[in-house]
């Protein structure tokens, strides 16, 4: 089945700072690659996902690089702020299939 | 965006009772519908995959005779925990796929917290 990692684990970054987080998957098969941000107490919400077309995509402070290649995308976030604190997870979607594997998530702790 | 509502948001019951938590898509059709697993500081785990008036299909190592699953209508999904015991005590979250999206995106519902005493 679908291996899905992240890298790092968790983060802290100082506001105003950005940050990388990195997911690795094993299906080549994937071809739909979102983000989610999940606050304490709630469900996940997306906040970016790329379609396997497109290699980056932006939107105003958040933005997903896709490398199908090498089997990974990541998240960046800039000038972070103490409310993007939260984890965040990977969840790759291969072709035909609406079965999300999530990955390990990343706990991101914007320090103030 | 689409909206996934769960109730409740959170439970707590007695070892041995059975538990329903109910997943419901108030603006658009879920054709399918999946229940996830969260423990603390854990990621997500599928449980099963509904879709509207078929059986769910479960996965590997999730007990159906446990965890009842049932997708009577395009809006409502319900998991009913039977005889739940303090292992079960976790956070249950729905997502939903309509057919109307036809995007890939899943839409979150913000989950149900059960603590078995």
């Known amino acids: 089945g679908e291996n899905v990692e992240q890298h790092p684990s968790t983060l802290s970054v100082q506001e105003g700072d950005s940050a990388v987080i990195k997911c690795t998957y094993s299906d080549s098969a994937s071809n739909y690659f979102p983000w989610y941000k999940q606050e304490l107490g709630k469900g996940p919400q997306l906040i970016i996902d790329i379609r396997s077309n497109v290699g980056e995509k932006k939107d105003q402070r958040i933005a997903v690089t896709l490398n199908k290649t090498a089997k990974h995308f990541s998240l960046h976030i800039t000038e972070t702020q103490p409310e993007d604190s939260a984890v965040y997870f990977c969840a790759p979607l291969g072709a035909g299939t609406y079965k999300y594997i999530f990955g390990t998530g990343t706990r991101l702790k914007v320090l103030a | 965006g689409a909206v996934v509502s769960q109730h409740p948001s959170w439970v707590i019951c007695k070892s041995g009772t059975s538990v329903k938590i109910e997943c419901r898509s108030l603006?658009?059709?879920?054709?399918?519908m999946f229940w996830y697993r969260q423990f603390p500081k854990q990621s997500l785990m599928l449980m099963a995959t509904s879709n509207e008036g078929s059986k769910a299909t479960y996965e590997q190592g999730v007990e159906k005779d446990k965890f009842l699953i049932n997708h009577a209508s395009l809006t409502l999904s319900t998991l009913t925990v039977t005889s739940a015991h303090p292992e079960d005590s976790s956070f249950y979250i729905c997502?939903?796929?309509?057919?109307?999206?036809?995007?890939?995106?899943?839409?979150f519902g913000e989950g149900s917290r059960l603590t078995v005493l």
């Open positions: 603006d658009f059709q879920a054709t399918t």
């Open positions: 997502s939903a796929a309509g057919v109307s999206v036809g995007t890939g995106e899943l839409f």
